[in-house]
């Protein structure tokens, strides 16, 4: 579990600061199991409307606010770091992103209504500053790295990245700008959002969390401190060339391939050889990602030999289902964990236990479900009825989290109200 050791309360961030992103997260990923019912198989077309909807729901609306979440309560375990102010930071993150986020799938469902794409910019742009500026210009400051904090500190800059990218694509879109590198900085926005921001703060994370949650042996050294440095200078050196390579992007893409396969092979293997031999759902959790990043980047290595229209939308199910399984497996970490913290260190010797929050049965069924839903996406690659399907459970998926957050604050306040502390004047 985390190392308590490294962390009071201090300079942990309140525990609605997290949940709050957990919360918004979860209800972004009920609305995109909704929209299936409308796009259906349409979002397996990277062309469509329905695909860059259904796939900024899960990048922004899901992925984003987990991540984020991550980073509040993970920054003082990993990095030590206390962010200032931590609640209104939150809140001018949370608020205005959860604003643009929604204003921007609108635009893209009303393509003429040019003006969104710029409302939709000015909102996600100024949260997105407002909430990577602190945490990058900590990590800065800090005199002694782990290959965890090093890690995240190039994932939030390739962030910025991928925001600036961003807003080019949108104030072209709404003819602001003339727009006349946009499939460049298009290719290159979406190579930075997936390989450079989720795929590097997931691996950059792992570093501390697979030892320190499974006690497996450390990463080799190699790995753990050139890795993240290198997927990013990749991205950036690929993303300046392609305008004089047009090309560049296939040799890019074999090096990435090849460099996330070691990966996920190297973690698959570090899961192997825990010195815990008890396995929750978390660990297969992992396996589910790392195998699916396996399969994903496989995939992408034979379309650079054989043409097969299926291969594509097959590897980003994959790819989305390596996200997902990560960040599902560190929310049942985290989740349980906050709540028993923050109500030990104030004292409640009722706490409950983190097993009595989350129960590890209620997490393997979550396991259960996020399986079932992985099959239909793939299933309906081949029968598009299952699109349907897959739709009902990913709302049942992203439900089943809303009740776990809903009821660890419900426990969380019942404590606080009801709860008895110790009496620190009596035991003197």
Avoid: C
Wanted: glycine share 4%; proline share 4%; aromatic share 14%.
């Amino acid at each position: 579990m985390f190392n308590q050791s490294g962390l009071s309360l201090d300079q942990a961030p309140p525990i609605t600061v997290v949940f709050k992103f957990f919360f918004v997260g979860t209800l972004f990923g009920i609305m995109a199991g909704m929209s299936l019912f409308f796009y259906q198989t349409k979002i397996f077309d990277p062309s469509t409307l329905a695909a860059l909807s259904f796939t900024h729901l899960l990048t922004l609306g899901v992925m984003l606010n987990f991540m984020f979440a991550a980073l509040f309560q993970m920054l003082p375990v990993i990095a030590g770091i206390k962010l200032s102010s931590p609640t209104q930071k939150s809140k001018l993150l949370l608020y205005p992103m959860t604003l643009g986020i929604l204003i921007l799938i609108l635009a893209f469902n009303n393509p003429s209504v040019a003006w969104l794409y710029t409302l939709a910019a000015l909102f996600i742009g100024f949260a997105l500053f407002i909430g990577i500026t602190p945490m990058i210009t900590n990590l800065l400051k800090l005199s002694h790295h782990t290959s965890s904090s090093k890690g995240m500190t190039v994932a939030l800059f390739s962030l910025l990245f991928v925001v600036v990218f961003a807003l080019y694509l949108l104030l072209s879109l709404s003819g602001i700008l003339e727009g006349t590198y946009y499939m460049n900085i298009k290719t290159a926005h979406y190579s930075f959002a997936l390989f450079a921001w989720v795929a590097l703060l997931i691996i950059s994370i792992s570093f501390q969390v697979i030892e320190m949650f499974y006690v497996t042996p450390a990463y080799p050294t190699l790995v753990s401190k050139y890795l993240p440095l290198t997927l990013f200078i990749l991205l950036l050196l690929s993303t300046l060339l392609q305008f004089i390579i047009p090309n560049v992007w296939l040799v890019s893409n074999v090096l990435l391939s090849l460099l996330l396969i070691s990966y996920a092979l190297l973690t698959l293997k570090r899961l192997t050889q825990r010195k815990r031999p008890l396995t929750d759902a978390t660990v297969w959790f992992w396996r589910v990602g790392l195998s699916a990043l396996f399969i994903s980047m496989l995939i992408v290595l034979l379309e650079e030999i054989i043409d097969i229209p299926i291969l594509s939308p097959l590897s980003y199910i994959l790819f989305a289902t390596f996200a997902l399984s990560i960040v599902f497996a560190m929310f049942y970490k985290i989740i349980p964990f906050l709540t028993w913290f923050h109500l030990n260190s104030q004292g409640y010797f009722t706490a409950p236990m983190m097993h009595e929050i989350i129960h590890p049965k209620t997490a393997k069924k979550h396991l259960y479900i996020h399986l079932a839903t992985i099959v239909t996406f793939i299933l309906s690659l081949f029968v598009n009825v299952f699109i349907l399907l897959a739709g009902l459970l990913m709302i049942l998926s992203f439900s089943w989290m809303t009740y776990q957050i809903i009821h660890a604050d419900k426990l969380y306040k019942e404590t606080q109200k009801n709860g008895e502390k110790f009496d620190m004047g009596s035991m003197g």
